[in-house]
Every structure is written in C-alpha cells, then in structure tokens.
C-alpha cells in the first residue's frame, strides 16, 4: 500500500486559506488520493478526491502534482469548524482506506 | 448525501460481557461494509471488510473469534465483541461504501465509543 507522509500539526488564521501538504511519492498510476477529515470523536468525513487531474468541490480544492507524488489540500477560507485532523489517504486496489496519523489543522481566531 | 448511523453512539459494559454494534446504510444498499477501531489521540485502524452474504475478511493481527462482523442484508452490518475486557474500550467506527456512487467512495459512521470496566 502507498505510503502518505503529513506534517502532523499545522495553524492557520481564520479566513485565510489553508494550505495541507501530503507526499505519496510510491503511489500507483491507477491509484486515487482521497482526503477525509475527522472533527473529535466523530467519524471521519470525506473532502475530495483525486486521480491526476486537480480537482475542486464546496469543500476544498486538490492540487496533485504532475509526477503524483504530493499533493496539496487547500481549505480557501478557513473557519473555526474546519479545526480537525485531516487525512491524506491513498486508496489501493481493493478499495481499502489505510489512514496515517493525518494533519492536527487548528484555525484561530 | 449518503448516510451511515451506528448504534449504540456509546455503550458501558462488565468485563467478560459481549456487546453488539450496528452499522446502518440509511439511504444506500452498501455491499461492502468496514470496521475501524480508534484509541485515544491514535488514528483509525481498519479492523475488517464486511461484504454482505459472505465472511468477513480481517486484518493482520484482528481475532475474527473476538470480533465477530456479521453482514446479513445490504444496509446492516454487526460488529459483536465477545468477552470483552478494559483494553477493549476504543471508538469503533463503521464505513460504507456505495457502488452506484463509484467503487471508492465511502462514507463513515458516526462511530460508537465503547467503555468497559
């Protein structure tokens, strides 16, 4: 299974754009990058996924590199309610999601 | 979108009991169902692959004895912790994937905190 690498703790100030950095670089061709986040003690929510192309969604955007091998989640305004840990996941072939440690996001005020 | 509820959202049970968890489909048919188990400050484990009318798969290191998933229709799967014991005590959180929304989507439970003293 690919292996994701976050930092595990980031800050970012409320209205302003958060910007959460993952590497992947032993991902497959065939294999999507998915982001979920977990708000504490309640199940994870999905955000956005991605295969090659960048995507975006009311969420969030995701910029995949060219080579796919990091990624970068961008949250354009973040707010109080987008304090969670966020998890870079790369999906393999049998569908299973295998989380990492994720990114601790806290937006201040 | 689609919804996963899980019941109970928490539960207290004796050391040596068992206890049984439900994870609901509300508004899609999820042939495949999975189960994570989260300790505090820890990040989800993937415990098992649920596939209705079949046995569940599990992971390396998971006793399918201790952790009984039984998948018997298309919105409900059970997670059924035999003899339970205080290191059991987690969060335990169900997913569900939707095939008419793509083999790789999948959409989370509210999970169900269990304490066992």
């Known amino acids: 299974d690919a292996k994701t690498t976050q930092p595990p703790s980031m800050d970012c100030a409320e209205g302003r754009a958060a910007n959460l950095p993952c590497n992947h670089s032993?991902?497959?061709?065939?294999?999507?990058v998915y982001w979920y986040r977990q708000i504490h003690s309640q199940g994870p929510q999905y955000i956005i996924h991605?295969?090659?192309n960048n995507e975006t969604n009311e969420m969030a955007s995701l910029i995949i590199t060219e080579d796919r091998k990091s990624s970068t989640l961008i949250l354009p305004h973040a707010t109080l309610r987008d304090t969670a840990v966020y998890y870079c996941?790369?999906?393999?072939?049998?569908?299973?999601?295998?989380f990492g440690q994720g990114t601790e996001l806290s937006v201040k005020p | 979108g689609a919804v996963v509820s899980q019941h109970p959202s928490w539960v207290i049970c004796k050391s040596g009991t068992s206890v049984k968890i439900e994870c609901r489909s509300l508004?899609?048919?999820?042939?495949?169902m999975f189960w994570y188990r989260q300790f505090p400050k820890q990040s989800l484990m993937l415990m098992a692959t649920?596939?209705?009318?079949?046995?569940?798969?599990?992971e390396q290191g998971v006793e399918k004895d201790k952790f009984l998933i039984n998948h018997a229709s298309l919105t409900l799967s059970t997670l059924t912790v035999t003899s339970a014991h205080p290191e059991d005590s987690s969060f335990y959180i169900c997913?569900?994937?939707?095939?008419?929304?793509?083999?790789?989507?999948?959409?989370f439970g509210p999970g169900t905190r269990l304490t066992v003293t």
């Open positions: 997913s569900a994937r939707d095939p008419l929304a793509g083999i790789y989507e999948q959409y």
């Open positions: 032993t991902i497959s061709g065939n294999e999507y």
């Open positions: 991605g295969l090659k």
């Open positions: 996941i790369v999906q393999n072939q049998g569908g299973k999601l295998i």
């Open positions: 508004d899609f048919q999820a042939t495949t």
């Open positions: 649920s596939n209705e009318g079949s046995k569940a798969t599990y």
